[in-house]
């Protein structure tokens, strides 16, 4: 155990969460109701929707700096810009043509359209592709660096203390401590780059390799476009809507999701320039570390665990959310009935039953986690949902379902790639299988 390190970053942590606590107790007590229990009674304010929808899809630091330092600028281009053209196209395109559905999921809006089978359906698939793997991976790196841990032990035990506090306090201590990681993980992040540009200036181009100044990193053109499709995916995010729905209108998320945008274009811009310090100053310490050797070096001892505890939170805050939104699916739209917040907490249980069970297979390859899962959600319901939005008169249980199962497609893909039978992403497959049927059925209505 790094004990210069474990004080300060356990003290931070605890602090963040009694903060937490003790601000909870400064929203309007909620009911048993559905949309309070899930939603927050759609009563946040602007503040706290941007502060938790930053931090709760922001939570994997570690995984853009290991990009940057492996491939430059092609972080900024493939975690950045093309997030931020979907978050846009998700505030003015897709918000307003939900105002008059008031669901509390994306598998009930998809039941409202395409009946409850299907919505079922794209409950399952939404439930593996909102569960975050990749997040629990982040905060069993960091708590496994802190406290040498390895990952199988250091998962686990970050993932029951947060299941611990959501089963407490619910969605009202999940917003109130996400709001504090929000804060610590600004100063964190913002902290160790300016730093580190005071020490050595810009990053050289001669300490680097020439292809990290190149906006495609060397990389194919089939990576790079699957990189676009799964930032698309937040359009089938089941976590996005979520958030978007805890607010008054559509107004309100309008205006939340572009603050929230601008701010993590300023968070891409401190973690791209963060990896390619630790590429030219850390290189022997790897993707994975080089970041953390980054900020032991220019930051003071006590402040280094301060700063992991920043990383952390951010890991905890989108690891809490997608236990959240998992166990909301399982409450509402898997179980049969009436909505009962007993079956909310099996159903946060159950989420992190699964994510400690399959996250430390990935062994802490967050890049592949966000691949895998974020193709699966994409390929099996951007086709079928954007023809919902754009083609409401051709929607139907069958047609949903024969898109949907383009799922088999991308499965199928996978399994091929991982042994080297293809050398194609497998989420074409998934999108191949979609497309056809959904041109099937466009000649039907003909």
């Not at 899809?57 to 330092?69: A, C, E, K, N, Q």
């Not at 008059?100 to 399952?124: C, M, V, W, Y």
């Not at 593996?128 to 997040?135: D, G, I, M």
């Not at 199988?152 to 969605?171: D, E, F, H, R």
Request: glycine share 10%; aromatic share 18%; hydrophobic share 55%.
């Amino acid at each position: 155990m790094k004990s210069s390190l474990a004080v300060p970053f356990f003290i931070t942590l605890c602090g963040v969460i009694a903060a937490g606590f003790w601000f909870q107790r400064r929203f309007q007590k909620i009911s048993s109701q559905k949309a309070d229990q899930l939603l927050m009674a759609r009563k946040l304010s602007l503040p706290a929707f941007v502060g938790t929808l930053v931090v709760s899809w922001y939570g994997g630091i570690s995984g853009v700096t290991s990009l940057s330092f492996e491939y430059g600028i092609y972080n900024f281009v493939t975690q950045g810009v093309f997030w931020y053209a979907t978050y846009l196209a998700f505030a003015f395109f897709i918000l307003p043509k939900l105002s008059r559905d008031h669901a509390s999921t994306l598998p009930e809006l998809i039941g409202n359209r395409f009946g409850q089978k299907s919505r079922k359906f794209a409950a399952i698939l939404s439930f593996f592709s909102v569960l975050p793997f990749a997040y629990a991976s982040a905060l069993g790196i960091i708590l496994g660096y802190v406290v040498d841990w390895p990952l199988w032990v250091s998962i686990p035990v970050s993932t029951l203390i947060l299941l611990a506090y959501s089963l407490v306090g619910g969605i009202r201590t999940i917003l109130a401590v996400e709001f504090f990681q929000f804060l610590l993980m600004t100063v964190s992040v913002f902290g160790v780059v300016i730093l580190a540009y005071l020490e050595w200036g810009p990053p050289q181009a001669a300490q680097l390799p020439a292809l990290h100044y190149q906006w495609d990193g060397g990389r194919p053109w089939s990576e790079i476009l699957v990189w676009g499709f799964i930032a698309l995916g937040t359009w089938v995010d089941p976590l996005f809507y979520q958030r978007s729905f805890t607010v008054a209108n559509t107004r309100t998320a309008q205006r939340g999701i572009i603050w929230a945008t601008l701010i993590w274009f300023l968070f891409d811009i401190a973690t791209t320039l963060s990896g390619l310090y630790a590429r030219a100053y850390f290189e022997s310490a790897g993707a994975q570390f080089a970041y953390f050797h980054l900020a032991e070096h220019v930051l003071p001892v006590a402040l280094a665990g301060v700063f992991f505890a920043g990383l952390a939170s951010a890991a905890m805050a989108a690891l809490d959310s997608g236990l959240f939104s998992g166990a909301s699916l399982i409450a509402n739209d898997l179980i049969s009935g009436p909505f009962q917040t007993k079956n909310l907490k099996r159903g946060l249980i159950g989420s992190a039953l699964v994510v400690m069970g399959v996250s430390p297979f990935f062994d802490g390859n967050i890049a592949e986690i966000w691949k895998f899962f974020g193709s699966l959600g994409s390929a099996c319901l951007l086709v079928p949902w954007g023809a919902a939005l754009m083609m409401p008169k051709m929607t139907s249980q069958r047609f949903f379902f024969t898109m949907a199962a383009s799922a088999i497609g991308f499965i199928t893909g996978w399994v091929l790639k991982h042994f080297g039978i293809i050398g194609f992403e497998p989420f074409y497959g998934g999108i191949f299988f979609g497309v056809i049927a959904l041109g099937f059925f466009w000649i039907r209505a003909k």
